[in-house]
């Protein structure tokens, strides 16, 4: 654990792992490059990831130095196995399988629990959650997940933790907007330690950039959560990123980048 901490609060040891697909998609290659501006892109180390017999390799989520991936022979497994992977060390172990069978549209957060002094693993879908704390071993079901709410997960990575609780968009009302009952987005939370649902106050300008059909997603800028939103369609790009200086404050959210490109389609922000 100490490890760990010291690891995230020295930047001299921080690194960032890249996995790369080759261009038939049956392979994947993983690498790991120091963050240090004294160390250059050719320090790139290739790592030997764990199942290397598995074709199909996807990074999760990741907390103070370990990975959440999930291994599978075929994209569409719907039964992949998941693993917990320590880069630095080449060690991994594998983890129960989640009970849900659903692969495409659900997300995954990781992070440290001080309360109960352990790290839980958060993976949620369009309209279910299951949590593993790493001591305890096994998924478990949450039942409180918010009643006529979906899930909008299309432009998230991974979901954000910050402040001990993970975040990510939600929608209610009909899927699609024009309907008598348009589609309403959100930023809820989740407590790692008390596990109970809450929403987290945007800006006036962050609810208008959720109408319609454009794409929303969460992330993680030097300990600030973040939320951003695009649209791609009729070739009309655009991303916007906000940030929110100070947690749960309405009026810290501030408008960090806005980028206007007719090639966006998706950008996923992984900061």
Same mark, same amino acid.
């Given at each position: 654990m100490k490890h760990f901490k010291h690891a995230k609060n020295d930047r001299n040891s921080q690194k960032i792992l890249i996995t790369h697909m080759l261009q038939n998609g049956s392979k994947f290659l993983s690498y790991c490059c120091p963050l240090s501006s004294v160390q250059m892109a050719e320090d790139a180390e290739r790592l030997d990831r764990p199942? &290397? &017999?598995? %074709? *199909?390799f996807r990074v999760m989520c990741a907390c103070d130095g370990l990975v959440v991936v999930i291994v599978s022979d075929i994209m569409d497994d719907t039964r992949p196995i998941h693993l917990l992977w320590n880069p630095s060390i080449r060690e991994s172990i594998v983890l129960h399988a %989640?009970?849900?069978?659903? #692969?495409?549209?659900?997300?995954? +957060? *990781? +992070?440290?629990?001080?309360?109960?002094?352990?790290?839980? $693993?958060? @993976?949620?879908? &369009? #309209?279910?959650? =299951? $949590?593993? !704390?790493?001591?305890? +071993?096994?998924? @478990?079901? $949450?039942?409180?997940? %918010?009643? +006529? #709410? @979906?899930?909008?997960? *299309?432009?998230?990575?991974?979901? !954000?933790? #910050?402040? =001990? !609780? *993970?975040?990510? $968009?939600?929608? &209610?009302g009909e899927y699609y907007s024009g309907r008598s009952h348009p589609r309403v987005r959100s930023l809820v939370s989740f407590s790692i330690s008390k596990e109970m649902y809450g929403e987290i106050p945007v800006s006036?300008?962050?609810?208008l950039s959720f109408v319609g059909d454009n794409c929303a997603g969460v992330s993680v800028l030097d300990g600030m959560l973040c939320v951003n939103s695009g649209t791609g369609l009729l070739g009309i790009g655009s991303y916007k990123l906000w940030v929110l200086k100070d947690y749960g404050v309405e009026e810290s959210w501030s408008a960090l980048l806005t980028i206007e490109d007719p090639s966006i389609y998706r950008l996923f922000t992984k900061i």
């Open positions: 199942l &290397s &017999s598995k %074709p *199909f %989640p009970e849900s069978e659903e #692969v495409y549209s659900n997300r995954y +957060g *990781f +992070g440290y629990d001080s309360t109960s002094v352990d790290y839980k $693993i958060l @993976r949620t879908c &369009s #309209v279910s959650t =299951e $949590i593993l !704390a790493l001591k305890d +071993g096994f998924w @478990r079901k $949450i039942d409180k997940h %918010p009643h +006529g #709410v @979906r899930n909008s997960l *299309f432009s998230t990575s991974s979901l !954000a933790f #910050v402040h =001990e !609780a *993970f975040h990510w $968009i939600v929608r &209610s006036k300008e962050i609810l």
